[in-house]
């Protein structure tokens, strides 16, 4: 009898001890789940847009994490007024960017990111061009040429699309605000809806006869986080 | 501490790449149609003798003064899409040439600043002539473009 209390005693204290939850366990969560929505915006364009009288636009980045991999989105507005040698060419419009940005710090606590990315990019706009010309060629004489010549086209409902490689830096600053640039290499701009006149500048992408075109972007986010609970990094496991 | 240094060559790289921007500043354009006449035998020039030729629509007259010409190069009017040429041959017969292009407004660069050129051109056939031409067997197509260095648009071969 003695020896059946004392086994039951037994069971009971490892069942009440079963019950408590150790306090030292770290809860760890789903790897891939995002832990927050980065949002920001082009420090360059801004300044840009204030500095010169050619140019007027913004842009707002995002970019949500699953694990080291990063959804990436931007979205801009971007007018140009640009005087050439015999006229002026004007364009208007938005574009918008996607893709994918891998994080090549695995084992960064803070998760501050050096990136290799893809993007794909697309403008809807109008652009504009007044000019005048006169045809210069040895072969043309007075009698056969047709003057000086003053043309006024406009082209609108444009689409156009590029690609993009992108790198670049995130860098943790300060509790929720992060920095950081994106570098561009952009290539194979193609437009859509064009007229008699071959669109000049594509919103976003830039001019449209370079068919490899670079650009940069120094950016300043403010991270919304989706958890207070740790994601783990590379080395936890360890 | 390697993969910010390699960040920060690649920023290096991409702005002074970006600094490469200057256009070319080539413009080759024309807004003469070229007409080569070429012997059909041995594929030398075939000189042609005109009395005239006349752009239709408008005031001009060329090759009038009833010379031997190879090569007759016929201005297309940079606001239009089509142009007509009345033929006038020194033996008094008549040629119509009709001849349909698209304008294309190209920006090179903002110090190029911005042309108009002529492409797709097409001959588009005359009901009243057998051939485009009086007295041709064929006509060649060699480039659609006006352009300032191409010798013809077309050859007509006799």
């Known amino acids: 009898m003695r020896s059946t209390f004392s086994l039951l005693f037994l069971v009971l204290c490892f069942l009440a001890h079963a019950q408590e939850v150790p306090v030292d366990t770290l809860e760890v969560r789903n790897k891939y789940l995002p832990t927050g929505l980065r949002i920001g915006t082009d420090v360059i364009t801004i300044v840009k847009s204030n500095l010169s009288k050619q140019f007027t636009g913004w842009e707002v980045n995002a970019d949500m994490d699953i694990n080291r991999y990063y959804l990436a989105m931007d979205y801009g507005q971007w007018a140009v007024v640009k005087p050439i040698s015999n006229g002026q060419y004007d364009n208007t419009g938005k574009y918008f960017r996607f893709g994918v940005d891998v994080n090549f710090l695995k084992r960064d606590p803070d998760r501050n990111m050096f990136f290799l990315g893809f993007r794909i990019g697309r403008a809807s706009f109008s652009d504009s061009v007044g000019y005048t010309y006169t045809i210069e060629d040895p072969a043309t004489s007075p009698v056969t040429n047709y003057g000086v010549i003053n043309k006024s086209l406009v082209n609108t409902n444009l689409v156009g699309h590029w690609a993009e490689l992108t790198t670049g830096l995130r860098i943790k600053i300060y509790k929720f605000f992060w920095m950081g640039y994106t570098a561009r290499m952009k290539f194979t701009p193609s437009v859509s809806g064009e007229k008699e006149l071959v669109s000049y500048d594509i919103p976003g992408y830039g001019l449209s006869s370079r068919k490899l075109y670079w650009g940069f972007n120094y950016q300043l986010f403010f991270k919304i986080p989706f958890t207070s609970k740790l994601a783990p990094v590379e080395n936890a496991k360890k | ?158």
């Not at chain 2, 060559?9 to 007409?35: M, P, Q, R, Y």
């Not at chain 2, 492409?119 to 352009?147: A, F, H, R, Y």
């Open chain 2, 1 to 158: 501490m390697r993969i910010l240094f390699i960040a920060c060559i690649a920023l290096v790289a991409l702005v002074c790449g970006s600094c490469f921007e200057k256009g070319d500043c080539i413009i080759n354009n024309t807004n003469l149609v070229k007409f080569k006449f070429i012997n059909t035998l041995d594929k030398t020039v075939h000189p042609v003798k005109f009395a005239s030729i006349e752009v239709v629509g408008s005031s001009i007259v060329l090759y009038n003064n009833n010379v031997e010409v190879s090569l007759i190069a016929l201005p297309v009017d940079p606001y239009k899409t089509e142009a007509s040429f009345i033929l006038k041959y020194a033996d008094t017969r008549n040629d119509t040439i009709n001849v349909t292009y698209r304008n294309q407004t190209t920006i090179p660069s903002s110090d190029c600043g911005a042309f108009v050129y002529q492409d797709q051109v097409t001959l588009v056939e005359n009901p009243m002539d057998t051939s485009l031409i009086q007295g041709s067997t064929l006509t060649k197509v060699i480039t659609t473009q006006l352009l300032g260095n191409a010798e013809a648009n077309f050859e007509v071969y006799f």
